[in-house]
């Protein structure tokens, strides 16, 4: 029985198949199972290792290396606050202060509702809009303490549903279709380069 | 474009709201430079790159034409776009991305057939979920409209683009780091030799890597031509350039400039672009080119924009964002944000990068909240030469890339600088800003 439905399973299937190794779905892949849990379960990343074709211990040891691949459950929205140097020049420190005040949780803690994880950011590149705020990878404005409290607020009564979808959805617009060009075209090509290297390799070992 | 008479090539379109639209971008001359190139033969289109003599917008400035030219002995196989921007205080491809995905698509098909690659890889950064829709909208799009995919355009020329998600890793942005994260793996730039993944890339297949910006440069030069180009800018600088300004500038922002021709005074002061400092404030330093670059003060406002001309200076242009620290800045805390973002975003596979990180964060960390010793000073220094011996610019290597000896750029610069506020700190058991 597939952890994954049938829909994001077909999706998975579709990911692998742009790609010239089905290792580099994995990210992708990951992504898709946030879309549906939040998080990375055990039970995902064993499906991913299988769709991909490699261990479930290398899908954690990949996944657990970026920042935005949570192995452990995380709240509904997941706030992140840049306090990287533009944001720290505007402001972004007292805002992540009064953020943990306000939320009772210190840095990469859930509200004890599940609703809000808080996380210091690294620089979000939106840096002349400082304090950069993003909640599930969206932007949200520069923010204030006060609007701060007031976003909360929204996230938690659904106001903002439209908007910021739950934690996991990242891109809500999708590829129309899969790969349109032959394989065969870049299988050709591959083996004329690696031919081409070979050659270039003898005529250097023959120089030496 | 405020002080030149220079056209904007890149952001023309950003006046629009719809600027990310397929209809707006074929409103505005959409895909007539890809019509063009098709026309031409691969090597020729190669030619107007070589000839705009357009250095690359990522960070390291090398050629773009000569990072194609690298693989003109071998069949290049892939083309991957370098989309993961996090660079701190730069924000520049952010905006490329999710204001005009059309541009940096045509440009992707550009660059695909003057290398007749037959698949590209957009890597975008995970964080840009609005810029991951848009440009896999605009992808859509361009498939529908037959820019994309089996004989682009009735042409004969084939090539499929994917959009690949990053997942929040700075380090992703060094090429070699990008291409493991491409093939599924954790994101650790590659031993060199080889230097470039022109000889071995993706899967181990010849693989150019190009920025975003350089991309979106393409369907300018295509149409207008690489000379029109290269009579832009001033020496190895041509054309225009994308600078993020942020910091205590009263109007922060994105503004497009003729390089060489403009100056930091014109981008942080000119009213129609940064404004001044804010509050009325005095300059008190400034970064010229992204957290990995040196320090620049107020006497240096006058250097002109330009590669050449900032790198001789000491610095870098790098990511082409600018941070302006005014009067009230407390450089101790500045310095030691930028560290804490080093340390947590070192791979870990260097131990002078892994370590030296950590120790730097932490000895200034005390400094800037009152556990700072007097020399601490020569140990942070101590520790940045032994990331980067002889603290020199370009910094000498220890590591595998060149995140490691970033890292002491904005400490040397600080303590160089304001050598006196560290000591304060130490001396008052704290930082006197509060």
């Known amino acids: 029985m597939s952890h994954l439905s049938p829909e994001l399973l077909e999706r998975a299937r579709e990911l692998v198949a742009l790609y010239p190794e089905p290792r580099s779905a994995l990210v992708p892949i990951c992504h898709l199972a946030q879309e549906q849990d939040g998080w990375l379960r055990p039970e995902a990343m064993a499906e991913i290792a299988e769709l991909v074709g490699v261990t479930p211990a290398e899908v954690r040891g990949t996944a657990s290396f970026y920042d935005m691949l949570h192995t452990e459950p995380v709240g509904t929205y997941v706030v ?49 809009r400082p304090p950069c705020v993003q909640v599930n990878h969206r932007y949200v404005g520069p923010q204030s303490p006060e609007s701060f409290d007031r976003l909360v607020a929204d996230l938690r009564g659904g106001r903002l549903a439209g908007t910021v979808p739950a934690h996991g959805t990242l891109a809500r617009v999708r590829r129309n279709g899969g790969l349109r060009v032959e394989r065969a075209r870049v299988t050709a090509e591959r083996a004329a380069a690696a031919e081409a290297r070979a050659r270039r390799q003898a005529a250097a070992g023959e120089g030496r | 474009m405020a002080l030149t008479d220079a056209p904007r090539i890149v952001t023309s379109r950003l006046g629009y709201e719809d600027s990310h639209t397929l209809e707006r971008y074929l409103a505005t001359g959409g895909y007539q430079a890809l019509r063009k190139a098709l026309q031409m033969t691969p090597e020729a289109v190669a030619a107007e790159v070589d000839a705009a003599s357009l250095l690359g917008r990522g960070g390291a400035g090398f050629p773009a034409g000569r990072k194609w030219s690298m693989l003109r002995p071998d069949p290049v196989t892939y083309l991957v776009i370098n989309g993961d921007e ?38 975008v950064r995970g964080e840009f979920a609005l810029g991951l829709e848009r440009v896999t909208q605009a992808l859509n799009e361009a498939y529908d409209y037959g820019a994309v995919g089996a004989d682009i355009f009735g042409s004969g020329f084939s090539v499929d683009v994917v959009v690949h998600p990053g997942a929040g890793a700075y380090i992703c942005g060094e090429e070699t780091a990008l291409i493991e994260s491409l093939e599924g793996k954790r994101g650790f730039p590659r031993i060199k030799p080889p230097y470039f993944p022109a000889a071995i890339g993706l899967y181990g297949q010849p693989t150019v890597v190009n920025n975003v910006e350089t991309m979106s440069n393409l369907p300018w030069i295509i149409a207008n031509g690489g000379a029109a180009f290269a009579a832009l800018g001033a020496g190895r600088s041509t054309g225009t350039r994308l600078f993020a300004l942020s910091g205590h500038v009263r109007r922060p922002g994105a503004y497009e400039l003729e390089m060489v021709k403009t100056t930091f005074r014109d981008l942080i002061y000119d009213p129609s672009l940064g404004g001044g400092i804010r509050d009325g404030n005095e300059l008190k330093a400034f970064i010229p080119g992204g957290v990995s670059a040196p320090w620049f003060g107020p006497d240096r406002v006058d250097l002109p924009l330009g590669q050449d001309e900032v790198g001789d200076a000491g610095s870098m242009l790098g990511s082409g964002s600018v941070v302006v620290m005014d009067s009230t800045t407390c450089m101790v805390r500045a310095t030691w944000r930028i560290t804490k973002f080093f340390a947590r975003e070192s791979c870990g596979q260097c131990t002078p990068c892994r370590e030296g990180s950590g120790w730097l964060e932490r000895v200034l960390y005390r400094i800037e909240h009152g556990g700072g ?10 520790v940045c030469d032994n990331i980067a011996p002889g603290l020199t610019w370009p910094p000498a290597m220890t590591t595998i890339c060149v995140l490691g000896p970033s890292i002491p750029s904005s400490i040397h610069s600080a303590i160089e600088m304001f050598r006196d506020e560290f000591l304060t700190h130490v001396k008052e058991g704290g930082c006197p800003h509060g």
């Open chain 2, 86 to 123: 996090s660079e701190p205080a730069t924000f520049k491809d952010h905006l490329l991305i999710e204001r005009d995905p059309h541009q940096l698509l045509e440009g992707v098909l550009i660059a695909s057939y003057a290398l007749q690659v037959a698949q590209a890889f957009v890597y």
């Open chain 2, 373 to 382: 010793r007097e020399e601490d000073l020569d140990l942070l220094l101590d």
């Open chain 1, 80 to 128: 992140s606050v840049c306090t990287n140097i533009a944001c720290l020049l505007g402001g972004a420190a007292e805002l992540l202060e009064h953020a943990e005040a306000s939320l009772g949780v210190g840095v990469g803690g859930t509200t004890e509702d599940g609703a809000i994880t808080l996380e210091e950011a690294e620089c979000l590149a939106d840096c002349d």
